[in-house]
Every structure is written in C-alpha cells, then in structure tokens.
Nanobody, 117 residues
Framework: QVQFVESGGGLVQPGGSLRLSCAASASTFSTDAMGWYRQAPGKQRELVASMGTGPITNYADSVKGRFTISRDNAKNTVYLQMNSLKPEDTAVYYC???????????WGQGTQVTVSS
C-alpha cells in the first residue's frame, strides 16, 4: 500500500500563492495517474487537478488557469502550484493515485490551506 505525505499548506492572503508537495512511499508512483483533491468543511472531497503518467493534465473549472499540477517521478513527488488564491480555495488538500477515474490508495493526513485576509 502506497502512503502519501502532503505538505506546503498554510495561511495566505487572497491573491497569494502556495506550492503543495505530495511524497509517495512506493515505486508504483510512476505508473499511476495522480490527483490532488480537496475537502472544505461540510463539503465532499473533490478532485481539483490530475496528471497522467505523461504530460496530460486536467483541472476542475474552479481552479483552471490558477493551479498547475506537476510530478517528479525520480522523487516520487507530485506538486500543486496554486496562484491567485481565493477564500473559496480554503480546504484540506490531499493527493492520491488514480485508476479508472477513482482514488485507490489510503488517504494521507492532508495539508490545510487557508485563504483569508
């Protein structure tokens, strides 16, 4: 079972930027699509960005043009660059491997992102 450790969250003002990192524990990382998810209080967890084993990426409409997902297979790490942050981006952010469109591994502890003035 692959384990994920998310980091890089924090408190940022609207319009600010953060870069999240997700380190995976296993070598199967390079063969799976990866996704960043978020869960805001009282809401369901949602997929915000995903990236296959190649360069193809997909984004939720709410973050398109502001967030960028990338991966470094040599480091078993996936990143999420978040720019022009909005208060509605406030959530706990998680990463996971994706197979057939669904997350397949146990969830990590996530990293809290709070956008507030």
């Amino acid at each position: 079972q692959v384990q994920f450790v998310e980091s890089g969250g924090g408190l940022v003002q609207p319009g600010g930027s953060l870069r999240l990192s997700c380190a995976a524990s296993a070598s199967t990382f390079s063969t799976d699509a990866m996704g960043w998810y978020r869960q805001a209080p009282g809401k369901q967890r949602e997929l915000v960005a995903s990236m296959g084993t190649g360069p193809i990426t997909n984004y939720a409409d709410s973050v398109k043009g502001r967030f960028t997902i990338s991966r470094d297979n040599a480091k078993n790490t996936v990143y999420l660059q978040m720019n022009s942050l909005k208060p509605e981006d406030t959530a706990v952010y998680y990463c996971n491997a994706i197979r057939f469109g669904v997350p397949v591994m146990s969830w990590g502890q996530g990293t809290q992102v709070t956008v507030s003035s």
